[in-house]
């Protein structure tokens, strides 16, 4: 699995009940944190597992510049690092103890075996699972959308060929375009669209063949290109525009 979506997959922790955290203490040990201290740190091999017993657990990732963010917390019931039993890959987030903090921490074959053997624990872990998975097929979508956004619209700021002006008309040849983005002709289209949606594109009008006509305001189609650089853009069926927060654990 791409480490990107796994990134989106473990964003947000599992939550089990008292029972079953109870049952578990029986395959792993208890350990204990103070405020600020680092439990895991990203980057590490998901060697176990940890669920919060008490007090509370912030989740940051890196930038580029290696800054840290919070993008999650994380309180008493929550399972930590538990998709790293299934696809062992290394540790996407670091989790710090914010308060005084006591886990249990299971060791990835303990954690296979209490699945085995704790049904409820399987189907709150596959059901989990499944929410997640759903939330990052929306996301993946909105990512498309955004990217071909961003082609299509740099294609237009290339073809602009007065830059004074800010409301232009523009002949595009879809053939032409497709060859340079390496898009299909119905993905130019729907970006068109998309952008029609959020005013960026004022009118379009089929000139036959290839050919599409589109009046563009390029005052906004520079604002969105900016806006999409900064932080992924979801425009939604109805032309909304509302910023995706960037969220890994």
């Not at 017993?53 to 538990?82: F, H, P």
């Not at 299971?106 to 709150?124: E, T």
Request: glycine letters at 6%; one cysteine or more.
């Amino acid at each position: 699995m791409n480490e990107n979506i796994y990134n989106l997959i473990e964003v947000a922790p599992t939550k089990l009940n008292s029972g079953i955290t109870k049952f578990l203490t029986n395959y792993g040990k208890t350990r204990i944190f103070n405020a600020g201290q680092v439990v895991v740190r990203e980057g590490q091999q998901s060697c176990s597992v940890f669920i919060v017993l008490e007090g509370e657990a912030s989740i940051t990732k890196s930038d580029s510049n290696g800054n840290q963010s919070v993008i999650a917390m994380a309180g008493r019931g929550a399972v930590l690092g538990e998709m790293g039993v299934f696809l062992n890959l290394k540790r996407t987030g670091s989790i710090h103890a914010k308060t005084s903090l006591k886990v249990l921490e299971v060791n990835n074959q303990n954690f296979l075996n209490a699945l085995i053997n704790i049904p409820d624990l399987s189907f709150r872990i596959l059901k989990s699972l499944s929410s997640k998975l759903s939330d990052v097929n929306v996301r993946l979508a909105n990512l498309l959308n955004n990217n071909l956004v961003m082609a299509v619209g740099l294609f237009l700021m290339e073809a602009r060929v007065d830059l004074y002006d800010e409301i232009a008309d523009v002949s595009l040849d879809l053939r032409a375009i497709s060859q340079q983005t390496q898009l299909e002709s119905f993905h130019v289209k729907s970006a068109i669209l998309t952008m029609k949606s959020v005013g960026v594109v004022r009118r379009t009008r089929s000139e036959g063949g290839h050919r599409l006509w589109v009046q563009v305001d390029f005052r906004r189609l520079s604002a969105l290109i900016k806006r999409l650089v900064a932080a992924p853009i979801r425009v939604d069926d109805e032309g909304n525009q509302a910023t995706v927060r960037k969220q890994a654990s």
